[in-house]
Nanobody
Framework: QVRLVESGGGLVQAGGSLRLSCAPSGRTFNTYRMGWFRQAPGKDREFVAAISWSGGSTYYADSVKGRFTISRDNAKNTVYLQMNNLKPEDTAVYYC?????????????????WGQGTQVTVSS
């Protein structure tokens, strides 16, 4: 059974930082393209960031560009999302996801594997 396991969520004040981690179990994900999504209460799941299998290409939603950084360490089989200058509107459950399709993917249904999510709450 392939699973993605996220960690690093929590409660932080506006302007603060958090780093999320995603580590798959049951398989090496070094050749997978990875992404982070988030879902706030009552809203659809939305794209946050994505990274190529090598880590050489990264993509961001406009709402997080310049504040969030996605990275990966294939030796550790782990993907990260560094979140700086957090805002209350960043509050959501954050999900890690993986796929093997070509190119960057922005839609949740284009990803094959998902984690259980980790809660990020930003207080004003």
């Amino acid at each position: 059974q392939v699973r993605l396991v996220e960690s690093g969520g929590g409660l932080v004040q506006a302007g603060g930082s958090l780093r999320l981690s995603c580590a798959p179990s049951g398989r090496t994900f070094n050749t997978y393209r990875m992404g982070w999504f988030r879902q706030a209460p009552g809203k659809d799941r939305e794209f946050v960031a994505a990274i190529s299998w090598s880590g050489g290409s990264t993509y961001y939603a406009d709402s997080v560009k310049g504040r969030f950084t996605i990275s990966r360490d294939n030796a550790k089989n782990t993907v990260y999302l560094q979140m700086n200058n957090l805002k209350p509107e960043d509050t959501a459950v954050y999900y890690c996801a993986a796929h093997l399709r070509t190119g960057v993917r922005y839609k949740p249904d284009e990803y094959d594997y998902w984690g259980q999510g980790t809660q990020v709450t930003v207080s004003s």
